[in-house]
């Protein structure tokens, strides 16, 4: 701790040079404001949160490009009346939401990317030459009544289908991306996605997205808000401050006689 002859002669120093310090702090904290404003880039690395030296992450970072991320960004598409193999719109809407996270979404990992309409998602059907390995949608999307019930059947013998990417009473659907966490335009995935929601949600239809890429962009999203509340909480403050001032004043003026005098005592 310093000596309280030097904290004293800085205290004088504040004191008697007040304005002078004030107008260097005001103009610091201008300055630091604009360069916050139009010069500092918010980002978020996933990479960052994680403990890099922890084994776990370790062995995450050396097989992920083989497994897959842990940013998974989760989207289910639920009807309200009937189920998904109601009518052949709902089956589409869950391949042009695929196809969107595929083509159109920034910093998705293709291999990462699960529906039942992607060909990834495969079922093994019987046929006189043998046993063949198709897509759920073969040989094409459903477009009638004949193709949901062949699709439904797909669904219902395939392990691991019905369950996880459908829901037990088939109202519900699970699509799957997973984004890398480096280079990861987290504002434009959370537009893209608003996009995609905001046009394939109807009356019938409902769309719900989850994951912690959607939390922590909701999170950047109140950016705004929360400025308007910092600026609030720094104002409340200089109100406060502000109306102790006189009595602080006085009591600083009442130490400063005190020291004076003692000094003038003492010599």
Not at 9 to 30: A, D, M
């Amino acid at each position: 701790m310093l000596p309280r002859r030097y904290i004293e002669k800085y205290l004088f120093f504040l004191l008697k040079h007040r304005w002078p310090v004030i107008g260097v702090i005001t103009v610091t904290t201008v300055y630091f404001i604009y360069f916050m404003m139009y010069h500092m880039a918010i980002f978020t690395n996933f990479f960052d949160l994680y403990p890099p030296n922890h084994p776990y992450i370790q062995l995450y970072t050396k097989y992920r490009d083989m497994f897959g991320t842990a940013n998974v960004v989760l989207i289910t598409v639920e009807v309200k009346d009937g189920d998904i193999f109601t009518t052949p719109e709902t089956i589409n809407k869950v391949d042009r939401i695929t196809l969107d996270l595929l083509h159109n979404i920034p910093g998705v990992n293709g291999e990462q990317v699960m529906s039942i309409t992607h060909p990834k998602l495969k079922t093994a059907l019987t046929a006189g030459s043998g046993i063949k390995v198709v897509p759920l949608t073969y040989p094409r999307l459903p477009q009638d009544a004949e193709d949901l019930a062949f699709m439904r059947q797909k669904v219902y013998t395939t392990e691991g289908v019905r369950g996880f990417f459908v829901s037990p009473d088939d109202k519900a659907t699970l699509i799957i991306a997973g984004f890398w966490e480096e280079y990861f335009d987290l504002a434009g995935m959370w537009t893209k996605i608003q996009d995609i929601v905001h046009r394939e949600e109807n009356a019938n239809t409902k769309i719900y997205v989850t994951g912690f890429p959607i939390l922590y962009a909701y999170f950047m999203q109140l950016i705004p808000q929360m400025k308007w509340v910092l600026a609030a909480s720094v104002l409340t403050m200089v109100v406060i401050l502000w109306s102790q001032r006189p009595g602080w004043i006085r009591r600083r003026q009442t130490g400063l006689a005190r020291c004076r005098a003692e000094k003038r005592m003492t010599s």
